[in-house]
């Protein structure tokens, strides 16, 4: 179906072009794609911060034509950037959600996320990471597990990529004929704890937001297995699309220096990860007790107070109704860290309270 002329004007004032079949569409700080088969059909990939959804619709509309919908949205991951319409547009269009098992915990109300941690510093992205939502949300009526084999719904011809580190079960999307990597946030290409750098969105290839990465040991080996893949275009949950040889430079040298450029110095997460299953979060380190000013808190919050108002105003509560997890298969577990003693009890967990118990 044909889109009329003021949704074209819409389609290009509101999204970008990453490659061929593949657009992208920016929600104050973060990324998430539309990808189209020559049959028309298409996919969302991520659904960016809430309060958003009207604005998806209309690019949506734009892009495929008045009353479109997806055959499916794909998450690389739960986090509130990501997730945040997910809800009220898996409702809208009725269509199913496909996750990996272990970001499951996080998008039926069973865990929250291990706290984000503001200690790195860097930038008032950064900064202001205590006040990022990290409770779960619920949408089992809608969730369904990526394919066991790799294959991707509603994309012939891509496959996906457990790429843990930044979530347990973060995922990448990887288009084999043109090398096209879709990627959340296995890596960044703007620094996404800065502020300015969201202004200017000057490309470069970062490593993946240092506030919300909870194991940098599994972020690194993530890294690496995508630059592997030699993508040609690389389409990030923060920052624009890089393309070519400047796209293969940097990211051979993020993977060769990463322990030096894209691991904080200190941090809580930086000397032993989070652990987490199929549950949930099983343990975190001890909070990192720092010394930062408040005034740099403050001033983190100042330069994101426009871009926080707006999105603030935007966001609607969407009810959900009752539903559970198809499917019945075992999940997998990510690494334990010996001699970390425990500071949740997933056994114990209210999720009513979204297992905000720990420190």
């Given at each position: 179906?044909?889109?009329?002329?003021?949704?074209?004007?819409?389609?290009?004032?509101?999204?970008?072009?990453?490659?061929?079949?593949?657009?992208?569409l920016k929600t104050i700080f973060v990324n998430m794609f539309f990808i189209a088969e020559p049959d028309g059909s298409w996919v969302l990939v991520d659904t960016g911060v809430p309060g958003f959804a009207a604005k998806i619709?209309?690019?949506?509309?734009?892009?495929?034509?008045?009353?479109?919908?997806?055959?499916?949205?794909?998450?690389?991951?739960?986090?509130?950037?990501?997730?945040g319409n997910v809800k009220e547009l898996a409702r809208h269009w009725d269509v199913p959600v496909y996750a990996h098992p272990m970001e499951f915990p996080y998008l039926t109300g069973l865990s929250s996320y291990p706290p984000p941690d503001a200690s790195v510093g860097g930038g008032g992205m950064a900064y202001m990471a205590f006040t990022y939502p990290k409770q779960p949300i619920d949408i089992k009526p809608y969730l369904e597990l990526l394919p066991d084999d790799g294959s991707v719904p509603g994309l012939a011809g891509w496959h996906w990529l457990h790429t843990p580190g930044h979530t347990p079960g973060h995922v990448s999307f990887f288009r084999e004929e043109d090398?096209?990597?879709?990627?959340?946030?296995?890596?960044?290409?703007?620094?996404?704890?800065s502020a300015?750098?969201?202004?200017?969105?000057?490309?470069?290839?970062?490593?993946?937001?240092?506030?919300l990465t909870?194991?940098?040991?599994?972020?690194?080996?993530s890294v690496e297995t995508l630059s592997n893949l030699n993508p040609q275009v690389a389409a990030a949950g923060h920052g624009m699309p890089m393309?070519?040889?400047?796209?293969?430079?940097?990211?051979d040298d993020l993977v060769k220096n990463f322990w030096v450029v894209a691991v904080p110095r200190t941090g809580r997460y930086v000397h032993?990860?989070?652990?987490?299953?199929?549950?949930?979060?099983?343990?975190?380190?001890?909070?990192?007790?720092?010394?930062?000013?408040?005034?740099l808190a403050a001033a983190g919050a100042l330069a994101l107070a426009g871009l926080a108002l707006t999105a603030m105003r935007k966001r609607r509560k969407v009810k959900d109704s009752a539903g559970h997890i198809s499917g019945n298969r075992p999940y997998s577990h990510n690494r334990v860290a010996p001699g970390l003693p425990p500071t949740v009890d997933p056994d114990h967990d209210?999720?009513?309270e979204h297992t905000n118990n720990y420190p």
């Open positions: 179906m044909e889109a009329t002329k003021s949704n074209h004007y819409a389609s290009k004032r509101d999204t970008f072009e990453v490659a061929p079949r593949i657009w992208g619709k209309r690019a949506a509309a734009a892009l495929f034509g008045e009353g479109a919908r997806p055959r499916a949205i794909l998450l690389t991951h739960g986090h509130f950037d990501h997730s090398r096209v990597l879709v990627l959340g946030d296995a890596f960044a290409t703007r620094d996404a704890a300015f750098a969201l202004i200017t969105e000057k490309r470069k290839v970062h490593g993946p937001p240092t506030f909870s194991d940098w040991a599994a972020a690194h080996h393309v070519g040889d400047e796209l293969r430079r940097q990211l032993a990860p989070a652990v987490a299953d199929e549950r949930g979060v099983i343990s975190v380190p001890p909070s990192v007790d720092t010394s930062m000013p408040k005034i209210d999720p009513n």
